[in-house]
């Protein structure tokens, strides 16, 4: 139909050209649905005590909701007697001296801590800022 001479492309060339870019963007696309953003992996790590009042009124104010919470998808609580041995490849900053200790790992590296409980609006407010779906 179209003949290719100086300057012009023929209709069968065009239509590959399109097709070849449609192709390219459709499998960027799937290629970016597909691979996962690389963020670091973040946890709470709490350090609690059964004969703690201040972690048995967390337990109660927090605890009993925490893994209901939006906070426990990006920030999955772990909880640890006060005394046990941490898991090896869990890299602390300093000593764990108290309880509740809740301390935030970034992978399994302490990045932050808060010590001691208050209250849960002060609470939820504290852990707000290491929740990396915020930032």
């Not at 709470?44 to 104010?61: G, N």
């Not at 000593?95 to 509740?100: C, D, F, L």
């Not at 808060?114 to 707000?128: K, P, R, T």
């Amino acid at each position: 139909m179209y003949r290719q001479s100086s300057g012009h492309f023929s209709l069968f060339s065009v239509m590959k050209y399109r097709l070849f870019i449609f192709t390219l963007s459709l499998a960027l696309a799937i290629m970016t649905m597909l691979i996962k953003p690389v963020l670091a992996e973040r946890e709470l790590l709490m350090i609690t005590s059964d004969s703690c009042p201040f972690c048995m009124a967390w337990e109660r104010d927090v605890g009993q909701i925490y893994n209901k919470s939006t906070y426990a998808k990006n920030l999955p609580l772990i909880r640890i007697q006060f005394g046990s041995s941490l898991p090896e490849n869990i890299q602390l900053l300093a000593e764990v001296r108290g309880t509740p200790t809740f301390i935030i790992l970034e992978n399994q590296k302490e990045i932050d801590r808060i010590v001691g409980y208050s209250d849960a609006e002060m609470f939820w407010w504290q852990i707000s800022e290491y929740d990396p779906s915020i930032e």
